[in-house]
């Protein structure tokens, strides 16, 4: 009885001091953003734009004549989808100015997927090398995506934990704050589809991966031939130069390889173990993506960016670092690394983190 009180009392101390990180974190966020000095990252000056811009439409426009399914669109400024305006709307009947809603957009976005790590209980230098990159990306920057994937990462969170409903509905959500996610979103969808299938032995989980990856060239083809004007937007944009094969994508492959077939020969009945492998097998048509789409390398690295994120979350909320998984932890730690001094040191994309990492230059 009291080994057994003991335990719960380091649980519970573990979970209050979990939380008191998620706190940290959140504050932290806002208050850093509440503090901005141009330029601060590439892209913030054009959500403030963005964002003022779509104060002065009213919540009839929004859905009416301003309304191109999915987009709603105002002037000067890009199209946004639905969700987002919607939601920047909601928020300005208690927030006055578009810094503050910047602020509290991107903090609820950082809150969200800190609370999803905090709740797989993932290790703490997980959590913080995997924010450092996502509020580089995306709370700096990439707002709407950030957001988007946040509530993306809640879905499948509920999915993991049996809630169906409320999973789906989370994962529809995101679509309607950016239609990016669908590009994960949509492999998951049919691997969940399949899942009794894929369960089965790891042979079935290889064939649907191959059938995955058979699938890419096709999308690849006739990507371009898609009448969206974001798809056009960033096909008629230079490439990034980091398609192909690089240290990211080459590390990318090596990761989902080592972390497919490290795997026993049959699955076995861990509910979260089987989830992870469906996550995995999402993520394969994205390191695709990165690795072959020259001709549109923002959309890759985008693709593989939000596939990053939830393979890392969930894979390190899933498996122990032990035995057979090893490795893939092994390579997963230096695909992060990497990740961060890409974005943080040698191209930084964002000042905030500027009391530790280079300032940005977006000349």
Not at 80 to 93: N, Q, R
Not at 278 to 299: H, K, M, R, W
């Amino acid at each position: 009885m009291a080994t057994d009180a003991k335990r719960r009392l380091i649980v519970s101390s573990k979970t209050l001091m979990a939380f008191f990180v998620l706190l940290v974190c959140v504050f932290s966020v806002f208050v850093r953003l509440l503090n901005v000095s141009l330029p601060f990252s590439y892209d913030y000056s054009s959500y403030i734009e963005i964002i003022g811009e779509l104060l002065t439409l009213s919540f009839r426009e929004m859905i009416g004549v301003r309304l191109i399914f999915p987009y709603v669109i105002a002037n000067r400024i890009i199209p946004v989808e639905f969700g987002f305006a919607l939601f920047v709307k909601m928020l300005a009947a208690f927030i006055g100015n578009s810094a503050e809603i910047y602020a509290v957009i991107a903090t609820l976005s950082v809150g969200l997927r800190t609370y999803v790590m905090v709740k797989l209980r993932i290790p703490f230098v997980w959590i913080a090398l995997l924010n450092i990159y996502g509020i580089t990306l995306w709370e700096s920057n990439a707002l709407r995506l950030g957001l988007a994937v946040s509530l993306l990462l809640f879905g499948l969170y509920k999915l993991r934990h049996g809630k169906t409903v409320a999973g789906w509905t989370f994962a529809a959500l995101s679509v309607t704050f950016h239609l990016q996610n669908i590009l994960f979103l949509a492999p998951f969808l049919a691997f969940y589809l399949i899942r009794k299938y894929m369960q089965k032995s790891v042979k079935r989980v290889v064939i649907a991966n191959i059938a995955a990856t058979l699938a890419m060239p096709i999308l690849v083809y006739f990507l371009p031939s898609i009448g969206n004007q974001k798809l056009a937007f960033y096909i008629s944009q230079t490439g990034s130069g980091s398609a192909g094969l690089t240290v990211t994508s080459v590390l990318a492959a090596i990761f989902m390889a080592s972390a497919l077939l490290k795997r026993k020969k049959t699955i076995g009945d861990d509910q979260s173990e089987r989830f992870c492998m469906l996550i995995l097998s999402a993520g394969i048509p994205s390191i695709f993506l990165l690795l072959f789409l020259t001709d549109v390398a923002v959309l890759g690295d985008r693709a593989w960016q939000v596939a990053f994120i939830i393979l890392a979350t969930f894979f390190t909320g899933t498996f122990p670092l032990r035995g057979q998984m090893m490795l893939p932890y092994l390579v997963l730690f230096a695909l992060a690394f990497v990740s961060v001094v890409n974005v943080g040191v040698r191209y930084p994309l964002s000042d905030f983190f500027s009391y530790a990492l280079p300032n940005v230059d977006p000349n």
